[in-house]
């Protein structure tokens, strides 16, 4: 087996390991809420999963074999059911860092306005997209899902803003190295059929509006789960 085969499960690697040892630094204590961080992991990245499932198997997205160890379930790769792991754990340690640093009322504004600007450019994608198989679905969702956290009482949809700009960095990073940025190909192609076209580099938009659904849905559930 070359490198190159490593490739997908290095990039789970490089945002789970390092995290994963932070979580045991005594300040933020990120071990002690195990239970709930992989309740909600488990629940979201099960309604994923499925999602990603069907996607594959219709065409809307794939996976090149040059940089996957080989080992499938249900028709995609370990390294994909694997993603949906580790980029929330990784998630879920910043946002909960984020509110041991910052007090809930300096958010409060900005969560607001994250959620209206959401709001907002789904609005427009919905309608410039509406009859691609991915772009339609996605952005229709987060339409719906941001409309509603403005109505809900979320103190922690400030935490979830913030945390969502300082994670672009790395998501632009690795999403774009899994699309094809700084390697020969892309890991995870698209059919250009089912996408907009318009692109971050080499990473679609309609991807931006993807992680905005795991990632909230994944802290929503986390902090119902730490009250119980």
Known sequence: MELENYYYLFINAIAFVPVFLLSFDKKVAFWKLKKPAFKSISIVGLLFILWDIYFTHIG?????????????????????????????YASLFTFETIQQYFREATLQNLGRLFLGSVFGFSFLFMFLGFDKTYTGPTVTLTLITSFSFLFLDSKWIGHFALTFFLLLIPFLLLNGILTGSFIESEIVWYNENEILGKRIGTIPIEDLFYAFLLLIWNFHLFEKFKRE
């Open 60 to 88: 809307i997205w794939g996976f090149n074999e040059t940089y996957l160890v080989g080992i499938n379930l249900f028709g995609i790769p370990i390294e994909e059911i694997l993603f949906f792991v580790t980029i929330p």
